[in-house]
């Protein structure tokens, strides 16, 4: 790939394996950026339950920030949204393109770019975080297994870097 | 021809032979060889030029303090690297190393004048020397000192290999993996944890691989750790610590191999973070300053104990150790039982310890005591030493081919000093020895000076009849700096051993100064006759050693060398031949060159299609941030300088952003999609600067408003439809949104749908005429595109790209955030006034806007310019004068900010900062350019439809 | 690469998530408009340089996206501590 420029970069059109990995490009999602200072409100609004600490994910929804959710949750999943309340709910699917890291080498691949020390990051648990220099949230699915989402113009790039740290 | 191998011995393996060439000529050597043990094994005592005196110089050491032995190892087009040492360098069957600085080779060499002229060449000569005239600086002295210094020669081809990074993080790492780290390993893995021990030879051991009776322990030991699961890398050098122990290290993964074997990157970055941090770096041996130190074949004795008893290898037949330290002689000892000839021990102390008077004379070696050598017999190897007694001078010669010089220990501190750990002078060693630091950090074994070296002395210089100023008595090797000059430095005021060091280069060399800092530091001390600790001591930087570009850019290389964003229409415009432009960190479709049209033709065809009929431009780089919650309207109004609070759900506003300091640093349309929801857009390189902005102000100025900011610029696809025909284009695919300009007037947003996808439709307009800006969630955004572009056939729709959209907004006069500003323009500046909200008592930079200067008269304002021949189109930065026969330098009032040809005026137009500009209108102004002054007349900033007739339609 | 104790996610977290913000507590000025020329030249502009300690503002922005203050030691690049926006200065 010397000679490869980044303009050739493209998104993986199927999955990548090498030995001890596998590079997918998760299905379709709905994605929502969920805000509110008082997480009861929020909770009341979509009628889901929200984790309450940092990095911990309830049924796709992960806590990011002291106001702020992510919600990562299966093609047609609609949550409400009425205006006028202390809320900020916005439908942010298209933004991202989730990525899934699996396999034994899978905690190795994502600690090339990564600077947490992703090895001791609790399955279940999820974050914001850098690959490199593109900022991505990691989430643990499972002790092999890493969903990454990734801003849609990041996605090719990210990809490209996985499968080229990827064990040969 | 000194050096031969030894019948047996060493750990190389005699039943794999290598064979590999050096410098043309075929040599032979073993696995587990280095290039240097095999070179000395096959004679060649000769490995390079100095860098400045162009002097012979031969093998140094067997560590990476070795100064002399560089050379370029070719593995083949694009891989070839210059400067190894050659004691670094492994040995693979096949090899082909070049020894460097010499021309026409490495035995005559043209440039060894320097040598015979070494007299006019003291410390600090470039300095003095060729400052003057400037102009031969330039044409004379740079070119020939460039083609006469440097080292090895620069790659020229590409690299065609990869290299790869990682992070890792462990409780503990270990830097050296000789007995002080292996034990420091073994201890912390009992009482688990993550252990990485990582060390820059070619296997573990240390100083354990030069002494065969550690071998089994260093077998066991190795075989201990793999057991306790402790990670073990060798080839990895640690080359830098940094804050809160982050280490970084590079690992070689295939330079060890032949080519043909090699497969994956070449080397890794390692980017590790520990708890703790053990340094277990060892010590390397000082050489002494005497006379003729660097003839090829004068060498270390841990060098000549490394190559005989870990690689089997004699540096000689008849064998001399000149020592100021107990290592000396145990070095001597060993090697004469490893069936090297030493032919003589010569210690400048008067008196050693019985044991090792009795071990020599036992093995017949000739002992000097009080004695140096003051001179070296040879030019291109040695012949002979002179030795003198230190008290009367009685000199006499003393035949041998190799001299081993044992000057005591320097405690490797590098990776203690990277950390920024303090070190306490030990006058004992004659060494800095690590003291404090705030790391969780330790030094253990000989880097931290607790390690039995014996006994020894620190002599500056040996003693010798001849005093130092007609010495060649070399301190550091690399940089040929001698003893007389730090000693002139000193004369001519230097104190401090930064200064002594930048004037001398003592120490600046590829090798920071391994083996020449702390003779550099005793010779200061002694000719100022003041402690060591009053001299200072440089500080050692980050990498240890010195390394690829390749290792520091790990994955950046090529394709991921930085993302490279593209929208999702960019396919299309790629497969419709679109030339492309960067901006930011995005690549957006310049022009769509028809055929062979330049691109003047195609930018001209696509203005005048969209103002004439239609035209269609991808803006999804737009920066798009939902600001969302019942303080929405609030905290846009504190934000931005227009007023929005009154602005009615389903309009649009055109915002202004300044800073606190009331210059513009952003723009763009927000709609209010709902009263607790806007839609606002940002600048394409803007958008992560004023989502940043905006979280600092409602964060830590205003938690009181309940309003939320969610980046949507990836959400959506943005589809600009512009030009008189825009209507009827998107008409027959909207569903749901009256488009009648009744209903949808100008600056207004509605929501609906388009080719059966939800869009937020936008009327307005950056060309001056009626347009929309179609925005779709971005996995439609193609789909969308296509539609538009066929329903836009049959009114001549045609698509642009940036320089289209700079012509068609420059000739309304819109600015462009960054071209016709620059950090220091303000409303009033570029004429936009209209902008601020006059009844508003605050928002962001209003306070500045009433500060002295920037009310004062005569400051630049945004103008139009036109050329007086319209053909000419102004260069943007160009500098403009009021009186063109104004001597230089001429009183610069302003420059072009931004100008093109515009097909819909037929001629050139321009934007331009100029000093009291809007006073000046009419005034005709000229641009001094290389060809003559342009002259140009100042003009309103609107060139088109002022009236504004266009938009209303 | 520093580590930083973000007080919001309560974790030590590399400083490539982070952006440094300029000293600490400097409050904007309530009512601007009625700010001297010289009291605003101060809010712009005038900031301390310290030697030793030094407060300052950092944001977790590839984590939490929390602006937060810390106290960091200039001449070591120890971070003394660091705490939520709007506690008093420490
Ligand atoms: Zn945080």
């Given amino acids: 790939m010397s000679e490869t420029v980044a303009a050739d970069l493209v998104l993986l059109d199927q999955p990548f394996t090498a030995p001890g990995v596998r590079i997918a490009i998760a299905p379709a999602m709905m994605r929502y950026a969920l805000r509110a200072r008082d997480p009861a409100v929020l909770s009341a609004v979509i009628g889901r339950v929200l984790p309450s600490r940092i990095g911990d994910v309830v049924d796709g929804i992960a806590c990011l920030g002291p106001d702020e959710w992510l919600a990562l949750l299966p093609a047609g999943t609609v949550l409400e949204n009425e205006t006028g309340q202390l809320v900020s709910v916005v439908d942010v699917s298209c933004r991202a393109v989730g990525i899934t890291v699996e396999g034994p080498g899978a905690v190795a691949l994502v600690a090339t770019g990564c600077p947490l020390d992703v090895e001791r990051m609790a399955v279940g648990r999820a974050t914001r ?21 990734v801003w849609r113009s990041f996605a090719p790039w990210l990809g490209a870097a996985l499968v080229a740290g990827s064990p040969s | 021809m000194s050096g031969y191998r030894l019948d047996k011995g060493g750990r190389i393996d005699r039943a794999v032979p290598l064979s590999f060439r050096f410098d043309g000529q075929d040599f032979r050597g073993f696995a587990g060889d280095t290039l240097a043990s095999a070179l000395v094994a096959g004679g060649q005592m000769l490995f390079g030029r100095s860098f400045k005196y162009r002097r012979p110089r031969g093998l140094l050491a067997t560590g990476v303090e070795e100064p002399n032995a560089l050379v370029t190892v070719d593995r083949g087009p694009g891989r070839v690297t210059p400067n190894l040492r050659a004691p670094s360098v492994a040995l693979h069957d096949g090899l082909i190393a070049q020894s460097q600085n010499r021309y026409p080779s490495l035995k005559t060499d043209f440039g060894a004048i320097n040598d015979r002229l070494g007299a006019l060449f003291p410390a600090g000569f470039y300095n003095k020397t060729f400052m003057w ?19 090895g020669e620069s790659p020229k081809e590409r690299d065609p290999d990869h290299y790869g990074a990682t992070y890792a993080h462990c409780e503990l790492l270990v830097i050296g993996a000789g007995p002080a780290g292996i034990a420091a390993a073994m201890d912390a893995a009992a009482t688990g944890g993550r252990v990485i021990l990582i060390d820059e030879q070619e296997e573990p051991g240390g100083g354990a691989l030069a002494d065969p009776a550690q071998w089994a322990w260093l077998a066991e030991s190795l075989a201990k750790l793999a057991a306790l699961g402790v990670t073990v890398f060798s080839r990895t050098t640690a080359i830098g610590h940094y804050h809160q122990n982050f280490v970084v290290a590079v690992e070689r993964l295939t330079d060890h191999l032949a080519p043909s074997q090699a497969a994956g990157p070449r080397e890794k970055l390692w980017r590790i973070r520990a708890g703790e941090v053990v340094l277990a770096q060892g010590a390397i041996e000082r050489p002494l300053v005497f006379d003729g130190n660097d003839v090829p074949g004068v060498m270390l004795a841990s060098a000549g104990r490394a190559l005989a008893l870990r690689f089997g290898v004699a540096v000689g037949r008849a064998v001399v150790v000149m020592a100021s330290h107990d290592s000396g002689w145990r070095d001597a000892l060993a090697m004469a039982e490893a069936g090297v000839t030493i032919a003589a021990i010569v210690d400048v102390r008067p008196a050693v310890s019985s044991d090792l008077q009795a071990a020599a004379d036992a093995l017949g070696i000739a002992v000097y005591l009080n004695h140096s050598v003051t001179g070296v017999k040879g030019r291109l190897e040695v012949k002979a030493i002179t030795l003198c007694h230190n008290d009367d001078y009685l000199a006499h010669t003393l035949p041998c081919d190799a001299l081993l010089m044992a000057g005591g220990w320097t405690p490797t501190v590098h990776l203690w000093s990277h950390a920024r750990g303090t070190l306490k002078w ?15 950090l330790r030094a253990v074994g000989g880097c931290s000076g607790n390690w039995n070296y014996g006994d020894g002395i620190v002599v500056a210089t040996l003693p010798s009849p001849k005093p130092v100023s007609k010495q060649k008595a070399f301190v550091d090797f690399q940089n040929d700096v001698k003893a007389r000059d730090i000693a002139l430095a000193v004369q001519e ?27 550099g530091l005793q010779i200061a001390s002694e000719t100022l006759s003041k402690p060591v600790t009053a001299i200072g001591l440089t500080t050692f930087r980050p990498p240890y050693t010195p390394q690829t570009f390749g290792a520091l850019m790990g994955h950046h290389k090529d394709a991921l060398f930085q993302p490279l964003r593209k929208t999702v229409i960019d396919d299309w415009a790629a497969a419709n031949g679109a030339v492309f432009e960067n901006v930011a960190q995005w690549r957006r479709a310049r022009y769509f060159p028809q055929g062979r049209e330049s691109m003047d033709a195609a930018v001209a065809r696509e203005c005048l299609a969209t103002r004439e009929r239609v035209g269609m431009f991808d803006a999804s780089t737009l920066g798009k941030i939902e600001v969302v919650g019942p303080d929405a309207a609030e905290f846009l109004n504190r934000l931005y300088t227009n007023p929005w609070k009154a602005l009615e759900p389903g309009r649009c506003r055109y915002g202004l952003l300044l800073n606190e300091q009331g210059f513009i640093i952003d723009d763009g349309v927000a709609g209010r999609m709902a009263a607790d929801r806007f839609h606002v857009t940002t600048t394409t390189g803007g958008a992560a600067r004023v989502l940043g902005m905006m979280e600092d102000y409602l964060q830590t100025e205003w938690p009181d408003l309940n309003v939320w900011l969610t980046s949507t610029t990836e959400q959506w696809a943005v589809i600009a439809v512009q030009g008189p025909k825009a209507r009827e284009v998107i008409a027959p695919l909207v569903e749901g949104i009256d488009l009648s300009p009744e209903a949808f007037p100008h600056m207004a947003v509605r929501e609906g749908a388009i080719c059966d996808v939800p869009t937020r439709l936008f009327r307005v307009s950056f060309t001056g005429e009626l347009g929309f800006e179609v925005n779709v969630p971005a ?26 959209m700079h012509v068609l907004r420059a000739e309304k006069g819109f600015i462009i955030i960054g071209q016709d500003t620059d950090g220091t323009v303000t409303p009033d500046d570029a004429g936009m006034n209209w902008a601020i909200g006059k009844k508003k008592p605050d928002f962001v930079g209003k306070r500045s806007l009433a500060r002295a200067d920037l009310v004062r008269e005569g400051r630049k304002q945004l103008v139009g310019l036109l050329t007086r021949d319209p053909a000419v189109v102004l260069e943007e930065g160009a500098q403009i004068v009021v009186d063109p026969a104004e001597p230089v330098p001429m009183t610069m009032i302003g420059h072009v900010t931004s100008s093109y040809h515009s097909a819909a005026l037929g001629r050139s137009i321009a934007l331009a900062v100029v000093a009291g500009g809007r006073a000046r209108m009419g005034q005709t102004l000229h641009v001094p350019m290389p060809g003559g002054a342009i002259a140009a007349e100042v003009v309103s900033t609107v060139f088109y439809d002022a009236e504004g007739s266009r938009l209303d339609v | 690469m520093l580590l930083i104790h973000c007080p919001y996610c309560e974790e030590d977290r590399p400083e490539v998530e982070f952006v440094n913000g300029g000293q600490a507590h400097i409050a904007r000025p309530a009512d601007p408009s009625s700010e001297s020329d010289a009291d605003w030249e101060k809010y712009l502009y005038i900031r301390r340089n310290p030697r030793g300690r030094h407060h300052e503002r950092w944001r977790h922005i590839h984590g939490c996206g929390r602006f937060f203050n810390a106290v960091r030691d200039t001449v ?6 660091t705490y939520k926006a709007g506690e008093p200065a420490k």
């Fill in chain 2, 426 to 440: 030990d006058a004992a060693f004659g060494a800095y020895l690590p003291d404090t630091t705030v790391e969780n």
């Fill in chain 3, 76 to 81: 070591s690049d120890r971070f003394e501590t």
């Fill in chain 2, 133 to 151: 005239p400037r102009s031969a600086w330039e044409k004379l002295y740079e070119p020939a000192i460039r083609k006469m210094a440097g080292l």
């Fill in chain 1, 129 to 149: 975080t850098v690959f490199e220099t593109v900022e991505i949230v990691l989430w643990r699915k499972a002790v092999d297994a890493f969903h990454i989402d």
């Fill in chain 2, 779 to 804: 996995e439609h955004g193609r789909m969308v595109w296509e539609a538009i572009h066929a329903a836009g056939q049959e009114h001549g729709i045609v698509a642009y790209g940036t320089e289209t």
């Fill in chain 2, 493 to 519: 005021g230097f104190r401090s051993i930064e200064h002594i060091k930048r004037y001398t280069t003592n120490g600046m060399a590829t090798d920071q100064g391994k083996t020449s800092n702390l003779n």
